[in-house]
């Protein structure tokens, strides 16, 4: 698969939102997110641009064929950043929904892998 970022010819891109919060499921998430874009399944983009309403971000996002947002927990940050910005019919993951649990979940490989796969899974269509 080519990387998310790189130039296909007219392809658009893929990108993926993390909560990134200060909780560890938060960590996982963004480390999640990093994976998906090291691995060319999404391009990790910035949450904070589409918060602070920056134009040239929220232009660049609206160009894509896919968003996914990975929340740690159940305030959903990600996904309300994204909504409250006007994006909509995007996959969205927590992973609280998952079985790990805020303040109980160490940010290990197995946790941001389990996580990666779940988010994947939104690009491929199907249901983590």
């Known amino acids: 698969m080519q990387p998310a970022s ?3 010819c007219g392809a658009k891109p893929r990108f993926v939102f993390a909560c990134s919060g200060a909780a560890d499921v ?3 998430a963004d480390l999640a997110a ?53 994006f909509t019919g995007f996959g969205h993951v927590r992973l609280t929904d ?15 892998a389990q996580a990666a796969r779940a988010a994947a899974a939104l690009f491929a269509g199907e249901r983590p």
């Open 98 to 112: 998952l079985g790990l649990e805020k303040g109980h979940t160490p940010a290990t490989d197995e946790h941001v």
């Open 34 to 86: 990093r994976r998906l874009s090291a691995d060319g399944t999404a391009a990790m983009f910035c949450l904070a641009g589409i918060g602070g309403r920056v134009p040239g971000i929220l232009k660049s996002v609206e160009t894509a064929s896919a968003i996914a947002a990975i929340d740690g927990c159940p305030l959903d940050c990600a996904k309300k950043t994204l909504e409250q910005a006007g």
């Open 6 to 8: 790189s130039c296909a």
């Open 26 to 28: 938060g960590a996982v």
